[in-house]
């Protein structure tokens, strides 16, 4: 019988992610642990893969669907020479690229598309990780698909657009972002999308014009074996983590720094851990103007261990966002019992709880704000004490991978049984 007859069976499901590497972002993270969760449960998943490619269990198949890695580490918003162009793909995007636009969702939803229309019959459905190019829209007529839509990246290009210096350099920034009216227009013929906190719920709909009765709510997980206090590894006094994904002001990194500056001008002995690698770029001007570059640490490509063991001895660990969909860096953080430091941007008060209860609070976008909350919770160990202990409490009680995972399958059931669904298992021969 196969999964498509059995409502309670296996599936077989076609996992997307144009770029899923586990430390460039949130995205990578759910990518390998969620996939990871599917298989616990039973399901077979095959994940389909940009670079940077994401890590997964040793269990899961990865097909790479490679693209011309233009925003590789090394050389971002390089152009490709001429002997690299294997496929019309690869033409698409660099099409796309010089235009000014961002160009790697439409470019991997038609490879993706391209592949997988001559596989309907492997597979129960599709789940894409917010690609949502136009690709997508093609391959839910032909496999039903569910996509993850974590926040409107309308949010991003606002604040990159609030942030920038000139109006040229804001036209250049609208520019690249316009690849989000395809997202939404994408996202708005999905029969399902799964968002990860009322907060993005409201703001998708909002911004990208997407219906409320398409959208549900499937929180995102934490691992509590693997974030939790570390016996015998002491808090270091004055030691402050954050993670710092990208350079973008999204993240708020530059409030942090300027905070940062003005503690340790107040005669503050602070030291600042960054999960992330230094790129040159405005924050890494602004370490140097502010003169903090001898108290900054950056750490990247270590294990999960490693950083579990560097929340452990941080005094505080500091999600400095102006705005979040959730914030995976904040329950990791929380899990891990380290006393966490949030602002109220976007989704992190749903997230975090209550302030003085799970989480110091402060305004988004200020850096007085945040220097003040720094300091009253570095003066008070007590109260961070109780804030870290409460916090991992928070999480354990709300935030696992198997649950999300569950919930999940519980969305693809679903959209399995859509009628116009049950037809395309039909005509593809899995029922």
């Given amino acids: 019988m196969s999964s498509a007859q059995d409502p309670n069976g296996p599936l077989r499901i076609a ?13 990578g993270i759910y990518t390998r642990h969620l996939t990871k969760a599917l298989v616990d449960l039973g399901h077979e998943v095959e994940v389909f ?19 011309l890695d233009l925003f590789n580490d090394h050389y971002p918003g390089r152009f490709p020479a001429f002997w690299e162009f294997k496929s019309r793909y690869d033409f698409l995007e660099t099409a796309v690229f010089s235009t000014g636009v961002f160009p790697e969702p439409l470019a991997f939803s038609a490879r ?34 569910v996509v993850t839509l974590h926040h409107p990246i309308t949010r991003d290009r606002a604040l990159e657009m609030a942030a920038a210096p000139n109006a040229y350099k804001r036209w250049s920034i609208g ?13 708005s013929r999905m029969p399902r999308v799964v968002v990860v906190s009322e907060n993005s719920i409201k703001d998708i709909h909002s911004d990208m014009g997407v219906p409320l009765e398409n ?14 206090p ?17 350079d973008v002001a999204l993240k708020g990194l530059a409030y942090l720094l300027e905070a940062m500056a003005k503690l340790r001008a107040d ?43 560097l929340y452990s001895e941080a005094e505080l660990a500091v999600v400095p966002s102006l705005y979040e969909g959730f914030s995976l860096p904040a329950i990791e953080a929380m899990c891990s019992g380290t006393p966490l430091v949030a602002t109220d941007g976007g989704a992190l008060p749903e997230v975090t709880g209550t302030d003085g209860e ?10 007085g704000s945040l220097a003040h909350t720094l300091a009253r919770a570095l003066d008070q160990p007590e109260a961070r004490a109780r804030v870290g202990e409460a916090g991992r409490q928070r999480v354990l009680e709300r935030w696992t991978w198997r649950r999300c995972a569950e919930l999940t399958v519980d969305q693809y059931r679903e959209v399995l049984a859509m009628p116009q669904n049950i037809e395309k298992s039909r005509r593809n021969g899995r029922i």
Wanted: aromatic share 8%; hydrophobic share 35%.
């Fill in 15 to 27: 996992y997307l992610t144009y770029r899923g590497k586990p430390h460039v972002g949130g995205q």
């Fill in 49 to 67: 893969g940009g670079q940077p490619y994401p890590v997964l269990d040793d269990r899961i198949t990865l097909t790479k669907l490679p693209s």
């Fill in 112 to 145: 993706v598309h391209h592949h997988l229309k001559s596989r309907v019959r492997e597979f129960d459905l599709v789940h894409d990780n917010q690609c949502l190019g136009w690709g997508i829209a093609r391959l839910e007529q032909l496999i039903p698909t």
């Fill in 175 to 187: 520019r690249w972002y316009s690849f989000v009216t395809m997202q939404g227009k994408v996202a």
């Fill in 215 to 228: 959208m549900r709510l499937v929180p995102v997980g934490v691992d509590p074996d693997l974030f939790r």
């Fill in 230 to 246: 570390v016996e015998g590894v002491a808090r270091q006094p004055g030691r402050l983590i954050t993670t710092a994904s990208a």
């Fill in 267 to 309: 005669g503050r002995d602070l030291r600042l851990t960054i999960i992330g690698r230094p790129k040159p770029g405005k924050s890494m001007d602004l370490i140097e103007r502010l003169g903090l570059a001898p108290y900054i640490d950056f750490v990247s490509g270590v294990s999960d261990e490693r950083i579990v063991e």
């Fill in 358 to 367: 799970t989480v110091f609070r402060c305004t988004a976008g200020d850096a």
